[in-house]
């Protein structure tokens, strides 16, 4: 879950800097409907035995809610990082 993020954003902001919200979007969108709401409310499920079903809408809605602030978080830090960069 770590890499995918890394790969996306670098493929994206790479050589064109305009992109950069493009390349973190995608990547947390990635990363968030893989890991955070599929595979997790799966292991989820298989520890505490409860169904997949039951927690899947609670989990989406958890994953949107911190995919946003991940989303804004990222973004500020992006430039907070080129701003220190070019100084």
């Known amino acids: 879950s770590g890499l995918i993020p890394g790969l996306v954003a670098m493929y994206y902001i790479k050589d064109n800097h305009k992109r950069k919200l493009v390349g973190i979007i995608i990547s947390v969108v990635i990363v968030f409907a893989l890991t955070h709401v599929v595979l997790n409310t799966i292991w989820l499920s298989q520890i505490l035995?409860?169904?997949?079903?039951?927690?899947?809408?609670?989990?989406?809605?958890?994953?949107?809610?911190?995919?946003?602030?991940?989303?804004?978080?990222?973004?500020?830090?992006?430039?907070?990082?080129?701003?220190?960069?070019s100084i």
Do not use: H, N, S
């Open 49 to 85: 035995g409860k169904a997949v079903t039951v927690m899947l809408p609670l989990r989406a809605f958890k994953a949107c809610v911190e995919g946003v602030l991940t989303i804004i978080l990222c973004y500020a830090l992006y430039d907070f990082v080129m701003i220190k960069k």
